[in-house]
Structures are given as C-alpha cells and as structure tokens.
C-alpha cells in the first residue's frame, strides 16, 4: 500500500506545479497559493474597513452634522469592526499561518489541504453576506459588532444576513485552526519537537484553540438572536424570563479570547522578527510559551471587565477585576523578554524590526490603559468612552496591524524573491507611527474628558481633539496605500536585486524557512528535513 | 514524527469546497430572505440545499474511493482523527452555550426578576410585583400563556434507554470490524441506526404533544426556549449521526473498512457518542431537575 | 474659519497642550462626590505606576536601541536565558497588582452600599430621552435634548454649533437633586440599553430593560453637572444627554412644592376644553420634540425604516386606531401612552391628523386621553425590600 503512495507521492510533488489561469486559486491546495488568497483578501479588506474608519472620522472633523446620518454612522462603526476583525486582521495571520507553519516546521504542506481551500472561500462567503446588507433595506447593522439585544433586533431586513455571516465566518475559522492544530501535531519533521517550535507556530497553535473553544459560542449567541426575533423564543427578553446581559455573557465569553485571537499571532511573529535583527537568540523561549499559554487560558475568565458596568452582584464585579489585573503578568513577562532579546545585541534597523520595535512601545501603551480599565471603579468612568476606543486600537492598529505590516516586510522577500524598497518601506513606516500615535493617542483625552463612544456628533469642548484626531486618521489611512504599492511593487520584481536564501543576515540560525531557496518553490520539504536550527535553544 | 511522512498524501487541487461554499451561501441568503418574507427565499434554500447535499455526496465519495484505493498512510488517518476529535469539541462548546443559558436563566436572572439575590435581583422584582421565582417559568410576562412542563419519565426515559442502547450496538459493531466479523459490524450498525431513527420519531411525538396538546412550544418564555433550542438541536444532532451511520452501513455491506483502516467508521461512532453524552445532559438538566 | 481651527489644532499638535476652548481637560476630572474624588486617585495612582513602568522598560529598550547597535560596532552577546530574572519580573509586578487592588476593592465595596439612602430616583431610558421618577414625592418628567441643540445637530442644519450654549449636553427640562443627600438611583429602560452618565458623579450604569440597576451618589457641592448617554442605543444615542443641578436643600423643597403645584395645574389643563387651533400650535411643538427625529419634520418618514405621518393610511384612517398605536407602540415605534401628560397627547394626536399635509379635520381631546391613559396598566412599586 505504501509503495503506491510513495509513487503517487512522486508524480503528485515532483511533476506538478500549479494550474493555470484563474482556476488555479479556485481549487488550489496548496499552502502557499492559499496563504496568498488569505493575504489578499485581508489586503483588500483592510482597504475597504480603513474606507469606513475614514467615513467615521470625517463626520467626527467638526461637531455638527456634515456628511451622514446618524444611522449610517451606527453601520459604519459596526461595519468597520466587522470587517477590520473578521476580514483583516484574522484572515491575515491566517494568510501567514499558511505560508509560514509548514515552511517552519518543515511540512510538505497543511495536513488537510482540501479543507483549507474550504476555509478561505467560506470567509469570502461571510464577507460577501456580511458586505451585502449594506445594500439593503433599513441599512447594515448598525448596533455595534458586538450586536448587543434588544437594539440588535431592531436592525432590518440586514438582521438574518449578518447572523448567518457570523455562522458562515464560524465555520471558516474553525476549518482554519483545525487545519492547524492537525499540521503542528502531525506534520512536524522528525527533530522539530514541541519545545523547539518556532514562537510563531506555538501562538498559532494556542490561538487555533482559542478559536475552536470560541466560534461556537458566538455562533450560539447570535443562534439565539435569530430566534428571538423569528422564532418568538424569550432568551434576551425579561418578560419571559430571559436577560438581554445573558447576551453580554455568551458574547464575550467569545469576544475576550477573540481579541487575544488577534494578538497571540501578533506575539509570534514579533518574537520571530526581533532576534533576527538583534542577531541574538529570543530571550526566555519557554517562558514565552507559557506566557502565551497563561494568556490564552486567562482570557477565559475574564470575559464580565467588558460589563462591569451592566449591574453584576458585588462578587462578580470583584472577581472579574483581580482575574483581569492578572493577565498584566504573563503580558508583562513577554514584553520584558522582548526587551532582553534586544539588550547587548547587535541591531540593525530594517523596516521588519522598525514596525517590530514600535509594536513592543505602542503595545505597551495599550496594556497600560488595559490595566487602568482593569480596576473596576475606575472603569466605571472609562467604560464606553473615547478611552476605551484609544485603549483597543493601540492594541490592535499599532500592534496587529504594525506586526502583519512588519511580516510583510519580513517574509515577502523570501516568498517572492525580490527585494522591497527599504527606503519607501521606512518612509511608510515613519509615516505610519507618527500619524497612527496622532490618530489614537488624543481619543485618550477624549475618553477622559467625558465623551462617549459610538456617538456621530459631540459637544463642542470636544473638537480640537477630534479634529487632530481625524487629520491622523487620514494620514495613516492614505499612508497604507504605499504600503500597496510597496507590496505590488515587490511582487512584481522589487528593487530588481534577487535576494539570497537566507534574506538577512544569519537568518538561517532562526529558522527553517531561510534554509530553503528565494523565491521558495511551489512544493517544499517533500521530504522531511534531517535537520533544523537548533542553536538557540 | 511519522516514518512514513514522505507518503503523506497532498492532493493538488480541491473542487468540492467552492461548490460547498456556493451551496452554503445560497441556502443561508434564500433563508434570510424567507426570514425577511421574502417568496424567492424557499426556492434559493432548496437551490443552495441541493448543490450542498451533491457537494456532500460528491465529496465524501471522493474521500471514500480514496482511501480504498490506499492512498491514505498512517499520517492522513492521524490528521482526520485529530480534526473529527476538534470538530467534536467544536460541538460541546456549542452546546454548552445552551446549557449555559439554562443554568444562567434558571439560577440568575429568574431569580433576579423576583427580586432574588444580589446585584439586580435587589430591585428589579419591583418591576413584576407578583412574579415569584419558580423552574419551569415562562416569565413574568406569562410570554406564549399556561404550558404544561415536560415530564422526564415517558418518552423521554424511554429515549435515554433507547440512545444508551444503540451507544452499545455500535461499539459491538466496532468490536466486529475489529475482529474482521462482517456480519456482526453490519448488523451493529444497522441496529444502531434502526435505534437512533426510532428515538428521533419519539422526538417528533413529544414535540407534537408538546404543541398540540400541552401548549408547550418554542414561545413558552424562556423554558420553551432552552427546552426546544436544547432538544431541537440535540434532534438535529441525531439526524445527522445516524444519516453519517447509514452511510458508512452501506461502506461496510460493500466491503470498506478494515482492523487498520477504517477513520469513517471511527468518526461516525464518535460522533455517535458525542450525541449520546449530550443526550444525558440534557435528560438530566432539561428534563429530570 | 475651517483653516483657522485647522492651523490651530496643528499648533496643538506641535506643542501638545492649548487653550482654545474654556471648559477642556486633558484628564479625568475629579468630580463633587466623594466616591468621584476616590475614583479618581485611584485613576492617579495608576497613571502613575504605569508612567513609572513606563520610563523603566522604555529606558531599558531606547537605551539598548540606540547603544547595541550594529552601527555602533557593538557585538552581539548570545544570553538567552535566565529563570533568576523571570522570577524577578513575575513577582515584582505580582505585588504591584495586589497594592493596586487592595485600593480598588475598597472603592468598589463602597460604590456598591446603597444603604441608608434619604431618598430614591428612578431612571429610565427610552429611545432617545430619559424619564425621572422621584419615588419619595411622586415628580415624574421626561427629559430630553434641548431644542436649540436638536436643530443645531441636524444634518446640514447650516448652524454653528459653537453658537449653541452647552452644544448636546442640555435639556429641556434637567434633574434636579439635594445635596449632601445620599440619593438611591434605580435603573431601568424601556426598550433597548441605555448607559447613564454623569462623570462628575464618578461613575456609569447600565439601564437593562425588564431589570432595575442600583447605584448611589451624594453631590457635595450646589451647580450643574452634566453627561451622555454611554451605551450604543440606536440612531439617537449621541442625543439623548443628562443634566443634573444640585441644589441647596432649602432651594430643592421649593422646586418640589413647585413642581406639585405645577402637576395640579396639569391635571387641570387636562380636564378642560381646548380648541382645535390651541391643540395644534401645542401639537406642533410636541411633535417637534419627541415625533420628528425618525418620522422627520415634515413627516416623510425615512423609507424603508420609519413610516411617513404624510398621508399615512393609519393617520388618514379611524381616529382610534392612530391613538392606540401611539399609546402602545409597535416594533421600533415607542409606546407613548406613559410619556406624554394627556394634553400633549392630544395635542400632537390633532397636529398629525391636520398638520404635515394631512388635513383631516377632527380632533381629541385631553380628557379623551386621560381616560385611556388610566386604562393602561400601571407597575407597581412596591419598595419592600430595602
């Protein structure tokens, strides 16, 4: 039996490169092919949620109504989030899971291949349900993604759209990360155990059970959602014995590890990209597993700091605190680890380690204003204010979306051979980190100041910063279409100097990837390799 | 990790998922579309359905020719393995939200509503002065009017014996495959099968009880709810499970499967007694307390 | 204009603090109450340690960045491990945290006792206006954006906001408390969600139809104070603010004898006869305020979401059947029948029928009204448990 495959094995691997035309990214399995969709189709998405974010700011420029009106600024915040976290920033750490997981842990491919194709056409399915109630009657959601009940089911002829969106987004992530769970478990080459993973597949792994742990439940949620308003059920529903915060619970029983869903990737690949430029090994490899591993597990226990001020008994409010206040440990543990990996090594500042290095800052930022919220009384002043707003995009915009900019950068020579632009590359970088801290760091004082989020207008005290606020916001949105360009640029040759196999310097001391060719072939480590960095740990 | 890593089966190019995702996506628009009250929405349904169950059968006839023609190592059936065993516990999670909303409703917001406990329950009684906490209720509102609540020893007993039994014919048709006796993994599989069929018409029974004659249905306030959201999709669940056992039956009476190879036959049966464990839960905390 | 405030806020960003507006802050603001006050040194304190740990770690990491460069010449050293250390940064934030929290527990518990509370305040939110229910005496009013407000903020309306005193954050008809009074709030809502808050009370609460949310508060100092509501609840949830005067005690029993007063004198409009043309110039205001922001001030409606009044079929058709719908609501349609007293009722009841194009020509009266009001179920409090 195995003389037969071993045979098919060698028409299918070594005869075979990819189909041609269009077809060929339709029924494609292979990783990298699907690895590209995903990062397209997240580039593209990123595109059209920054499109919205920038609807948001524009209304936000002045106090007083200019643009929009009030309902179709409630869809644009909730489309923006929507699409930012379902159509962005997930599928592209999955667009590197892809490309990268059996690249580093020396696979052939995804352990389940035909699956992953499934994975990436049901998100373009969700999006595209998603995408079309903003066509449609009575406009798209506009309760805030986090379709809290009763207001959610208000929503129009949009209401079934988006919750079956959710299913169709729920089945896609969890194909996904089961495809990933079942690589890193089964596929790994003989000498890659688990402790010698690279950071970037160990996130990956503990995010994968995050998802499979939290895409049910939301879709349960909105499962109920759906009967409420169709079905005559009671779930959120006083009079018949339900609770609209019943709703809160299961969602962010969800939403908690769903943010970390964003982050624990965002954590690879940091502590993938630091040490190659520090040309040191990362600092404190396990503790980095176990800190990854805490987080994951406490963000199940956390999830009510999203409703301390939704009326809990005492205990609750009380518990959720000190729980919250805890994940400040293991966060902390990594971004000291980082700092170390950096201290007395040789750095050298290409655009990957730039982005990298402002991650680590601007993410610590955020994590400051994560422990403040932490404290309950006070985030009874903080709680759904411009505060909170700063809080959750330092965490996402300087630091997801800084990382996926800094893997791009990384990896996209080794992917294509061709070398980017480093000077445009920095410029887009300095462009981003400024104007992203003159976007986000005044909604801090917003917060503070007193005013609420998800509003369309505000009171006139307001403005000024609002204003800067805004002109940031269209910076660093018109910045990103260099960061295109870049990328377009690259692929399609790049500086025109071929890059060698291990892209930087020394990178093949850091991982299996840098051992193969630039460009790397459509089919790779057909075979096992015999061996694997080992140096560093 | 697996000596035979060299033979792990890549296949290069994959026809199914596109059909599956347009059948999906026009099911799911055709139902909101009907939800919204549009005609067309029927129609798009059974349009998406259709190219979904060809989909199914098209792909799974794939998987099955596949593996017969040993294209699949040791390596692919570990891979198949893990993924059912995460796709299970995808499952229990979606579970466990209802048997979360079960728990939080009966112990928490209940009893809040009749100004019990802490936190809300200190006043907002206030708002339904004569709404007493009780299990089963249907709300202060008397939402959906008087329901009789289901009992647990009729049908419902009957249903736990008959699920338990069939968890048993189908490890005694494992016990067949593995010891290489054909007509005792039939006749495993078809008892189980005959048995989960039977208890999803003792379903449909109790439900038209439930709605014809004790006023029980899925708007009886939040006991309907969770009791119909809980039953309704544990049923679908043992739809689904025996339709997997019937196929792999007719897998078996061609000749498929053996000791070693048989991940189809392993995934129905633990899909099989993930249903079963389901089922006890929910005879316990939907229909016993 | 425009490019002035542009140049200005530029400017701010250069120098990272201005003035150009009187009553703007960069931080928390402290607050009349005490638990406000405690509040926000908490809010300090924790500013602070994270400042602290802020100019540690970023110190560390700028000065490795700029001295162990490759640039420099420095040589990589190969240390990647030390379990002394990462004992070391576990355990020092550890105990960072536990002196972090022992405060904050003790705010929180405070925050939490509504005991001994002199007198109690029931909040409701409605889309899109709150309603107050002074339990002790029996005052109960709606309060909603103030007009100059309401027209300044709509969609091109063409008026400076700038030009509109207190922009959003008035109302037409504010709340008025004690002080030095600990006031028991009760929280509810009519339809969706809503968040109260005021921060110079220190803290926000949720309102969750079908379910009462305590909070408590004793303002220490006479003036008004004022907020938003703080949970997405629909198109209007940027417009529907709080203002809060807290008097002195002698100033407060004045404004309650008066607001009695005031409510007898009501009743008694609502007895009396009005002319239709008295109900329609009253209907009209009425209409403005509470009818106009989804049916739109000329009553078109928005399609697809809110129906027209505009020869409206329900309008044009059987007087009783307009009335009912108004009194009990439908879908996204408030149940007006406990929010409007019986002559405003009336009065926009008439203005619809012959008002924004329809002219249909009958009227009713507020005594009509007030006998279908009384018809409607009324929730009892029965505030036994405290």
């Known amino acids: 039996m195995s003389a037969v495959t071993a045979e098919h094995e060698h028409d299918e691997h070594h005869d075979h490169g990819p189909e041609k035309g269009l077809l060929r990214w339709i029924i494609t399995t292979n990783h990298k092919d699907i690895g590209t969709l995903y990062l397209l189709f997240a580039l593209a998405m990123f595109f059209v949620g920054g499109a919205m974010a920038l609807v948001i700011r524009a209304e936000l420029f002045e106090p007083g109504m200019q643009f929009v009106s009030p309902q179709f600024f409630n869809s644009m ?13 997930m599928p592209a750490f999955v667009g590197f899971a892809n490309w990268q997981i059996p690249l580093m842990i020396g696979a052939p491919d995804m352990a389940l291949p035909r699956m992953n194709n499934m994975s990436f056409w049901m998100l373009v399915g969700g999006i595209l349900l998603l995408a079309s109630t903003l066509f449609m009657e009575g406009g798209a959601p506009a309760s805030g993604w986090t379709l809290y009940p009763p207001l959610v089911l208000q929503t129009g002829a949009a209401l079934p759209f988006a919750i079956f969106a959710v299913h169709m987004l729920g089945i896609s992530s969890i194909m996904g ?5 079942a690589t890193i478990f089964n596929m790994r080459a003989p000498k890659m155990t688990l402790m010698k993973m690279p950071l970037f597949v160990w996130t990956w792994l503990i995010t994968a059970f995050l998802l499979i742990a939290i895409m049910p439940v939301f879709a349960g949620a909105v499962t109920m959602l759906l009967t409420d308003r169709f079905f005559d059920t009671s779930f959120f529903n006083a009079a018949g014995g339900g609770d609209p915060v019943l709703y809160q619970h299961i969602f962010w029983f969800f939403g908690h590890p769903e943010v970390y869903v964003m982050i624990l990737p965002t954590f690879g690949v940091a502590s993938t990209i630091i040490p190659v430029f520090a040309r040191k090994p990362l600092f404190g490899y396990s503790s980095m597993v176990y800190a990854t591993a805490a987080i994951a597990f406490l963000s199940f226990i956390v999830w009510a700091h999203h409703m301390f001020t939704v009326g809990m008994p005492i205990a609750g409010e009380l518990y959720f605190m000190y729980a919250t206040m805890l994940i400040a440990i293991p966060t902390g543990v990594k971004i000291f680890n980082w700092t170390a990996t950096m201290w007395q090594g040789s750095m050298t500042f290409e655009t990957p380690m730039l982005f990298s290095i402002a991650f680590v800052v601007l993410f610590t930022l955020g994590g400051f204003t994560g422990l403040m919220m932490a404290l309950a009384p006070v985030d009874f002043q903080y709680h759904d204010t411009y505060f909170i707003v700063a809080h959750f995009h330092y965490t996402l915009v300087p630091a997801s979306i800084f990382i996926l900019m800094a893997g791009g950068y990384f990896w996209l020579p080794k992917w294509t051979g061709n070398m980017y632009d480093e000077k445009l590359a920095k410029f887009h970088f300095w462009l981003s980190a400024i104007s992203v801290n003159i976007l986000f760091f005044p909604q801090h004082f917003l917060g503070l100041a007193g005013m609420p989020r998800r509003i369309p207008d505000y009171a006139v005290q307001f403005a000024d910063w609002n204003m800067v606020s805004s002109i940031g916001a269209f910076i660093f949105g018109f910045s990103q279409l260099l960061f295109l360009y870049i990328v377009i640029k690259t692929i399609k040759g790049g500086t025109g100097e071929k890059v060698s196999d291990e892209v930087w310097e020394d990178a093949h001391k850091h991982g299996l990837e840098w051992t193969l060719p630039s460009p790397v072939p459509y089919h790779t480590f057909a075979t096992p390799p015999e061996k694997i960095p080992t140096e560093h740990f | 990790m697996m000596s035979t890593q060299g033979a792990y089966y890549i296949p290069h190019k994959a026809t199914w998922p596109i059909a599956a995702t347009i059948g999906l996506m026009t099911l799911l628009a055709g139902f909101a579309n009907y939800l919204n009250g549009n005609a067309a929405g029927s129609t798009f349904m059974l349009i998406g359905l259709s190219i ?26 570990i891979s198949y393995r893990m993924a059912m065993m995460w796709f299970i516990f995808s499952e229990i999670m979606f579970f466990a939200v209802f048997f979360g909303t079960l ?3 009966r112990n928490l917001s209940v009893d809040w509503l009749a100004s019990v406990g802490d936190g809300p329950g ?5 708002l339904w002065p004569s709404f007493e906490s009780v299990w089963p209720t249907n709300g202060p509102g008397n939402v959906g009017g008087e329901y009789e609540p289901m009992g647990a020893f009729g049908l419902p007993l009957l249903n736990t014996l008959i699920l338990l039994t069939s968890g048993v014919t189908c490890t005694w048709a494992h016990h067949g495959l593995i010891e290489k006796n054909r007509s005792q993994l039939i006749k495993g599989l078809a008892a189980t099968v005959i048995l989960g069929f039977i208890f999803v018409a003792f379903q449909a029974i109790e439900y038209q009880e439930a709605y014809h004659e004790m006023g029980l249905t899925l708007g009886s306030g939040i006991y309907g709810s969770t009791f119909f959201m809980l039953t309704g999709f544990h049923g679908f669940h043992v739809c689904v499970g025996a339709i997997i056992l019937t196929v792999v039956l007719f897998r078996s009476s061609k000749g498929h499967f053996t000791p070693e190879n048989h991940f189809a036959f392993e995934a129905a049966a633990w899909y099989w007694h993930f249903v079963d464990v389901v089922w006890l839960g929910l005879f316990i905390f939907v229909y016993m307390m | 204009m425009k490019t002035k405030q542009l140049f200005a806020s530029l400017l701010l960003m250069a120098y990272g603090l201005g003035t150009a507006q009187a009553d703007y802050t960069l931080n928390l603001m402290e607050g009349v109450t005490s638990i406000s006050k405690d509040v926000y040194g908490l809010h300090m304190l924790v500013l602070w340690v994270c400042v602290f740990i802020g100019i540690v770690v970023f110190g560390a990491m700028f000065y490795s960045i700029y001295f162990h460069r490759k640039s420099r010449g420095y040589q990589a050293s190969n240390f990647h491990e030390s379990t002394k250390v990462e004992i070391l940064w576990t355990i020092i934030p550890t105990v960072i945290l536990i002196l972090l929290a022992i405060p904050a527990t003790k705010v929180m518990l405070e925050m939490d006792d509504v005991q001994d509370s002199e007198m109690t305040i029931k909040v409701t939110g409605w889309q899109w206006k709150w309603e107050y229910e002074y339990l002790d005496s029996g005052i109960r009013f709606f309060s909603s954006l103030d007009e100059a407000s309401n027209k300044a ?32 709030f009760l929280f ?22 079908g379910f009462i949310n305590e909070a408590w508060t004793s303002v220490e100092k006479a003036g008004t104070y004022r907020g938003q509501c703080t949970e997405l609840c629909g198109k209007d949830h940027g417009f529907m603010p709080i203002v809060v005067i807290a008097m002195e005690k002698a100033d407060y029993a004045a404004w309650v004898a008066e607001q009695k007063s005031a409510a007898v004198e009501a009743a008694s409009a609502a007895e009396k006869d009005w002319t239709q043309e008295d109900l329609i110039a009253q209907g009209e205001k009425v209409y403005a305020n509470n009818c106009a922001s989804c049916h739109m001030a000329d009553g078109a409606g928005i399609a697809g979401t809110f129906p027209a009044v505009s020869n409206s079929p329900v309008v044009l058709g059987d007087m009783n059947a307009q009335v009912e719908l108004m009194l009990n609501g439908k879908g996204m349609m408030p149940a007006f029948g406990q929010m409007l007293d019986p002559v405003d009722f009336a009065a926009v009841a008439t203005f619809i029928r012959n008002g924004l194009g329809n002219a249909v020509g009958d009227s009713i009266q507020p005594a009509a009204i007030k006998s279908l009001q009384a018809a409607i179920p009324e929730v009892v409090y029965d505030d036994d448990d405290e």
């Not at chain 1, 990360?177 to 769970?181: E, H, L, Y």
């Not at chain 3, 903020?153 to 009074?181: A, H």
Request: proline residues 6%; glycine residues 8%.
């Open chain 1, 77 to 89: 915040t909730t489309m923006h989030a929507l699409v930012m976290v379902f159509g962005a920033v």
């Open chain 1, 177 to 181: 990360a089961i495809n990933i769970i």
């Open chain 2, 52 to 77: 979904f169950i060809i989909m199914i059968g098209g792909w799974f006839t794939l998987q099955a020719t596949e593996s017969e023609t040993g294209m699949y190592n040791k390596g692919v059936g």
């Open chain 2, 103 to 105: 728990w939080y409703t």
């Open chain 2, 122 to 126: 200190r006043s907002s009684g206030m």
């Open chain 3, 153 to 184: 903020r709509q969609l091109n309306s063409g008026i400076d906001p700038r030009t509109v005193p207190n922009y959003l954050l008035n109302v037409d008809k504010p709340l008025v408390v004690p002080i030095n009074t600990k006031i028991r």
């Open chain 3, 188 to 209: 509810t809502a009519a339809d969706v969600i809503h968040s109260w808050w005021v921060p110079d009370l220190g803290w926000k609460k949720d309102t969750i139809p």
